[in-house]
């Protein structure tokens, strides 16, 4: 028989935390159980708002966690949050009234396509300008998705909101040599590394050569794969130059360094599979947080110029691995050295990149989320 395991410290709410943890005598939830938890959530407030967020969260917590409650007690959960806060907090008319034909039922998808149908109503924004989603909208219906816990209906709302708020033009691209210089050293002395952010790159314009001319005796660190048809990506890429030394055939030892194997360049670029542009609707992390559904930046260009401030800040904030060779190592001691640095710079690319996925991609409606399922 299934029995609960509830992680009582995540259920902030003290008064449904003392009721879940009574609850629990017996590792079920059974109905009595549950309706003591929802009075309990109730019990502290008055008027027409008869829950709080917290309180919210704490109830769609359970309900998502919980391994024995029956559906009708996880509905009566869920009408409770839809009757007591989510339909009272509503603050648009349309919104708001086709929300209290509602009131007496749980809402299934279709109830949901009505309600927001409701908001699209042409209405004149703060500046006099016809909008399709007014700011209490935009809000309404986001208190409306985060008020459900079923996967289905928070995607329908947050992609209803995203085809029908204005957006944003895209952030521009400004190519330049140099955007900033990051300060760095070795055995050799101090030296600059220019960060370059390249034009971006989609299905309709070449791919210029994210490091072209190479400067003699330079590599690529790592590559950057061309993203797939109706994809989008930014990269950083690293380039160094190769080491050219003199040594003594005898002993084996570096006498003279005539080329440091050092960082010539940071190379940022946003690049666009065929099928999209930086205009095309963000499919998941930036551009779908509530935040940017208030502010219309819903655009893949606003989440890629996302990915390439991440980049930026990175390079701002960490030190460049830092070459160990020097005059005097014997020449296998001098390319190893120059081996390990390489390796090193690929695991400062990787964290770099795996910054930029935390922060960008899985915020949101996560990546992870959308590879479940589609938008």
């Known amino acids: 028989m299934a029995k609960e395991r509830f992680n009582l410290a995540s259920i902030k709410d003290q008064g449904i935390r003392k009721a879940l943890q009574k609850a629990l005598a017996n590792n079920r939830l059974e109905g009595k159980e549950v309706r003591r938890i929802i009075d309990a959530a109730l019990a502290d407030r008055s008027g027409k708002l008869r829950l709080d967020q917290?309180?919210?969260n704490d109830l769609l917590l359970i309900v998502d966690q919980s391994v024995t409650m029956r559906m009708a007690d996880r509905n009566r959960i869920r009408k409770t949050i839809f009757v007591e806060y989510t339909r009272h907090s509503i603050r648009d008319h349309s919104l708001g009234k086709a929300l209290n034909a509602l009131a007496k039922k749980v809402p299934n998808l279709e109830d949901l396509k009505k309600v927001a149908k409701a908001a699209l109503d042409k209405e004149k924004d703060a500046n006099g300008n016809m909008v399709t989603l007014t700011k209490n909208e935009i809000n309404d219906l986001l208190l409306l998705k985060n008020?459900?816990?079923?996967?289905?209906?928070?995607r329908f709302i947050l992609r209803f909101v995203m085809e029908n708020?204005?957006?944003l033009p895209p952030p521009a691209t400004i190519p330049t040599p140099s955007c900033m210089t990051i300060e760095t050293k070795d055995a050799g002395g101090n030296y600059s590394v220019p960060v370059v952010i390249k034009q971006d790159a989609t299905a309709?314009?070449?791919?210029?050569?994210?490091d072209s001319p190479l400067a003699p005796d330079t590599e690529l660190v790592n590559s950057m794969p061309y993203p797939a048809s109706g994809t989008a990506d930014t990269g950083l890429v690293i380039s160094r130059t190769a080491p050219q030394y003199n040594y003594d055939l005898k002993t084996k030892k570096i006498t003279e360094v005539l080329q440091w194997p050092r960082i010539q360049k940071c190379i940022i670029q946003i690049r666009y599979g065929s099928g999209t542009n930086s205009r095309t609707l963000s499919g998941y992390g930036r551009g779908t947080t509530d935040d940017d559904l208030r502010t219309g930046n819903v655009t893949l260009g606003h989440h890629e110029n996302c990915h390439r401030e991440v980049f930026k800040d990175f390079l701002r904030q960490h030190k460049f691995p830092i070459f160990q060779g020097k005059v005097g190592h014997t020449r296998a001691q001098f390319e190893n050295k120059a081996e390990l640095w390489t390796k090193a710079l690929k695991r400062y690319n990787a964290e770099a990149d795996k910054l930029g996925k935390r922060l960008v991609d899985e915020v949101g409606y996560t990546k992870t989320e959308s590879r479940q399922k589609k938008l």
């Open 54 to 56: 917290q309180e919210v």
């Open 147 to 154: 008020s459900f816990s079923k996967a289905e209906f928070r």
């Open 165 to 167: 708020v204005k957006p």
């Open 204 to 210: 309709t314009i070449s791919l210029e050569n994210l």
